[in-house]
């Protein structure tokens, strides 16, 4: 079952925390998360899964910033969340998906237990100009039947910023 707006406002700084919170993007069945002023890119067209791939920074001016499509930019949310007792679901905004704009390649799916910032997997389908503090992508919260056990520890948890790929460290065990 998927929470209300009414019943993640209920439940903010309980079982649900998001700082800084702003009633004012509270949806029906979401709450809007905003784009933080730092991109992170890779700085080499091949990847490879076994390695740490450089990456270099990238500041968003108040004047915006043009991503280009064929490039993934690494953003992250202004917000810092959690929940021990639900599913976190992220999703970009229909406003800005019709723009051509994706936030997450593949990791909209949290665990019970995340505490960060979420790292979006930005791409695009032709240039759009983005800009720090846009409400670019919502989270919604799902209740879990049956036991589980929380997200205490692992590679993206309690991170203070934009997280590349830590795929490699798969590989070293």
Known sequence: MILSGKTIRDKMGKEI???????????????????????????????????????QTILIPEEGFVLQPGTLYLGRTQEYTETDKYVPMLEGRSSVGRLGLYVHVCAGFGDIGFK??????????????????????????????????????????NNKGIQPSLLYRDFER
């Open 116 to 157: 960060g910032y979420w790292t979006l997997e930005i791409h695009c389908v032709q240039p759009i100009r983005v800009y720090a503090g846009v409400e670019i992508c919502q989270i919604y919260y799902h209740s879990i039947e049956g036991d589980y056990e929380p997200y205490i520890s692992g590679k993206y948890q």
């Open 17 to 55: 925390i998001i700082t800084p919170y702003d009633d004012g993007r509270i949806n029906p069945n979401s709450y809007n998360l905003t784009l933080h002023n730092e991109l992170v890119v890779y700085k080499s067209h091949e990847l490879d899964m076994k390695k740490q791939n450089d990456t």
